[in-house]
């Protein structure tokens, strides 16, 4: 595989993460890679940080915890 595209085309739902380098190349591919159902997209060393309240493994975990309720009028 010479190109960045061949590499993602071999991706799926399953696939997590995929850290690219160097990071300017993601945007070469805005939009293949959650067409692949890529679920983070992120540069080589940036995979263990992550804020609270993002999804994770292609959901929002902690909307389990919540629960909405409407005060109306």
Not at 2 to 30: E, Q
Request: hydrophobic share 40%; aromatic share 6%; net charge positive.
């Amino acid at each position: 595989m010479n190109r960045l595209a061949d590499a993602i085309r071999h991706t799926n739902g399953a696939t997590l993460m995929v850290g690219i380098y160097p990071d300017a190349r993601r945007v070469d591919l805005p939009d293949r890679p959650a067409a692949q159902g890529l679920q983070w997209v992120t540069r080589i060393g940036r995979a263990g940080i992550t804020e609270a309240g993002l999804p994770h493994d292609g959901f929002l975990p902690l909307r389990r915890f919540i629960r909405w309720v409407n005060d109306e009028d």
